[in-house]
């Protein structure tokens, strides 16, 4: 017994089969020290895995049965494969021990460990009954282990009342009550006692520790119910408190997720909603659909619309629920419209009533659709939708009248007059807008100008003169009417309305368009010979004006040799040319004074000033007629070689000049003076040469080139301009027939070809075309990124153009070109200069400003680059102002303040919508702004935003870049 006590099966054994060899053979199976011998060395067999274990037993059964150890022994071998895990061998011997046992409760270990067995071989009906039957002694050890077991059979089984009277048995039992609560609960969630769920969780659940009691189920359940309750306050707390008591390394099941999410979002904690959420919206099912959906209007409720597009987008993609995915496609357009991207909101909400045709926010839709293309810039879709309307309201006709007047002013810039009167007269159907009203019968007056249709145009600004006298238009209308007679000759009313414009315009008029009707009065007056009050007027220009000093000087001039004061005449030429070296009258005030002299017999002084002439300014318009003008003073004095000379090149290099004909005659005399007739047969037939009669074939051909050039057939026209350069190499119009065979290859795209011919047009130098040619050939060489020959272009164009407007729009070149080339104090020079020659070009001076800020910030000047950005977005409303808070932002990123340009984007957004160029570029830079944020994820989504939903080539190539830097 010793040794099997310390579990020395085997010595053990052999201990009591010497002991039972030793007596006698048994005759009485009731000798009981024998036959416990006996039963010991079975046992001993059976726990040192003998193989004749099983054998033994069932002999010892045989041979003592109504032995009390007979079915002992049955309990020790179901014990001893219960131990094993062998709950079939188990169940049987278990059972034999139990049909033999004779004490009920002294059985309650073999009833447990046979439920036992039979619940792990996933017999649950027996397995209940032999738990139940142990339960029935409530002071046994058993008695909680066998409730435990019974309660998840019960549960299992649907017996959810059950199940909870199991386990509220052991609620407080040391081994269970980290569980039983758990189970209670869901136990009464199962059996829809939700009001007793909640009166048993609420308790324990207040607690500040569990004691050592899990919980997480608990919570889980409380929420669960107030959730289904509309109760999303206390659901709220109490999915909060199972996120706590599970701990986070464990994963939420997405749907307790998403309605965790959904709680924050009832309660208005939007933030919450969408930490919670974010993980459910990727899912790709009807959980992940919701989850998306609400997520989205909580994005919205926290002022990420950016954000929110992607939520509402998932949902919309997703077809589980059709009700979600008609409201997510909805307000994904609404909030495309909100971000203004128009194109992309005006298309999705195409395709919301297309996809969702009965849909209760089809006639919001339909209103939303004229909205994005009334904020958009595409114009001509928003006038063609509006038009196709059979209902509008006072809504649609503002947007009307407001797009209509966008394609006006477009036409008008790209000199499309007649179109342009098209649409400043649809502009005019509704005028809900006094402002546009006013704008577009000012600029229908200026497109009938600007063809010359000056009798239609008059009565448009008198229109405005009479019904607003005060208004900015109604004064710039006296300036533009004043121009309207002054081409029409009609010089008395011009006088009229550019004194009235003078008068009326200071504060709210130009400072250049005054100083130019000033001009314009004096030109009047001279046209009149009215001498005096035209010199007057030129006084005042000089002493008040800034810009055509130089200009009124020369008038002067002239007005002085019309009343025969030569003296006072040249006096004033010569201070034009001392005074503006430079100046494009320069050399018109050298020729007059040169004049001057040769009139007066001065003819040595005349011919140093013809030669001055010739020599310094070798491409102006007056050299013909300079060297006509030298020859004869050479005549005069005898040197006639010098004559012929002059004749000669006249006749060599300018055949189809006015003075052509005059220097055939005149080195006719010179020759026959000189004694030297024999010449002039040869230079005759030269001229004949240069010179055909038969001209009318030749008009013709080029008329007809011409014509194929203005009616936009470039392949035709540079096929037949080639052909007449080639058969007419010296005719007077091959100069303009190389500028417009340039013109048809820049307009055909083909830049290369079209430089060559304005290459030859510029060194031909004929001031007609060689400045628009240099104008041309400058912006080719910019897109070459050929910028030093670009700037010498420039500078021809501003040097050699009689124009205003050609010598600002050089100005500008030189502007824009040294910017490119990185020379910022050359860039700072011209844009002074644009400047100060005012805006002959309207919005000149404003791209000068903005050039100039843009030179500030970088020369790292933020200071002073914001201080003129801010001026500019004061003054400017249009895409000035857009430019101007786009050039804003960049300038607070560069220097660090992501968070204030952040603000600025969102402000530029906001204030400008109609300006798409900026707007993408804005969200272009506001990705830059969330990479410095530290906010990656928004960076891509915005940049995604821009390639989706932008129609800027070059923009959508700039986001794609730097979303791929990105990944």
Known sequence: VELFEKSNYSAAKQEFRYYLEKRPALLNTNDYTAVTAEYYTTLCALYADAPEAELAVDRFVRNHPEHPKAALIYSDLGKYYFDRGDYANAITYLTKALDRSSNYYAATETRYKLGLSYYSTKQFAPALRYFAEVQQDATSDYFAPAAYYAGVINYQNGKYDDAYRNFKNIESHPQYKMDAPNWIVSSLYQAERYDDLIAYAEPLLRRSQGGGVKLNDVALYAAEVFYNRGNYADAAKYYAQYVQLKGRETPMPAPIQFRYGHSLFKTGNYPGAVDQLKGVATRKDTTGQFGSYILAISHLQTKNPQAALTGFDNAAKLKFNKVIQEEASFNHAKVQLELNNQSAAFTEFQEFIKNFPNSEYEEEATKLSILALTKSNNSAAAVAYIEKLKKIDEATKAAYQRQTMNLGIADFNAERYAQAIVNFDKSLKYTPDSEIALAATYQKGEAFSALNRYGEAIPMYQQLIRSNPTSPYGIRSLYSMGYAYYNTKDYKAAVTNFQQYITKGKGVGEPQTIEDATIRIADCYLTDKNYAQATAMYDKAINDGRLDRDYALYQKGLILTYQEKDTEAKAQFDKVIAQFPTSRYADDALFQSANIDLEKGNYQASIRAYTRLVKDKPRSYLIPPALLKRALAYNNI???????????????????????????????????????????????????????????????????????????????????????????????????????????????????????????????????????????????????????????????????????????????????????????????????????????????????????????????????????????????????????????????????????????????????????????????????????????????ATLQSVIENAEDKDAIELAKSKLAALQ
């Open 638 to 940: 005898q040197v006639y070689e010098e004559a012929i000379r002059d004749y000669k090149q006249i006749l060599s290099e300018y055949s189809d000049a006015p003075a052509a004909k005059e220097a055939l005659l005149g080195l006719q005399a010179t020759l026959e003076n000189a004694g030297r007739t024999e010449e002039m047969s040869n230079v005759l037939a030269d001229y004949k040469k240069k010179n055909p009669q038969s001209t009318e074939t030749e008009k013709l051909e080029f008329e007809t080139a011409k014509g194929l050039y203005g009616d936009g057939k470039y392949p035709q026209a540079i096929k037949a301009l080639q052909s007449f350069i080639r058969d007419y190499p010296n005719s007077k119009l091959a100069t303009e027939a190389r500028y417009l065979g340039g013109e048809s290859y820049y307009r055909n795209n083909d830049n290369a070809n079209a430089l060559k011919l304005f290459s030859l047009v510029i060194s031909e130098g004929d001031q007609r075309f060689s400045p628009k040619a240099a104008l041309r050939a400058g912006d080719i060489e910019v897109q070459n990124q050929n910028y030093p020959q670009a700037v010498r272009n420039f500078n021809l164009l501003y040097a050699q153009s009689d124009s205003k407007t050609d010598r600002v729009t050089g100005l500008m070149r030189l502007m824009d070109t040294y910017f490119s080339m990185k020379k910022y104090d050359s860039t700072a020079y011209y844009a002074r200069e644009v400047m100060n020659a005012g805006d002959v070009i309207p919005g000149s001076t404003k791209k000068a400003q903005m050039q100039m800020a843009k030179v500030y910030i970088e020369k790292a000047d933020y200071k002073t680059a914001d201080a003129e950005l801010k001026k500019i977005v004061a003054a400017n409303k249009d895409e000035f102002g857009a430019e101007a808070k786009y050039w804003a932002s960049e300038s607070l990123f560069r220097q660090g303040k992501l968070k204030e340009a952040q603000a600025s984007v969102m402000e530029l957004n906001k204030q400008y919508a109609d300006y798409e160029r900026w707007r993408v570029r804005a969200f272009i830079l506001l990705a830059d702004v969330y990479v410095g944020l530290k906010d990656p994820d928004q960076a891509k």
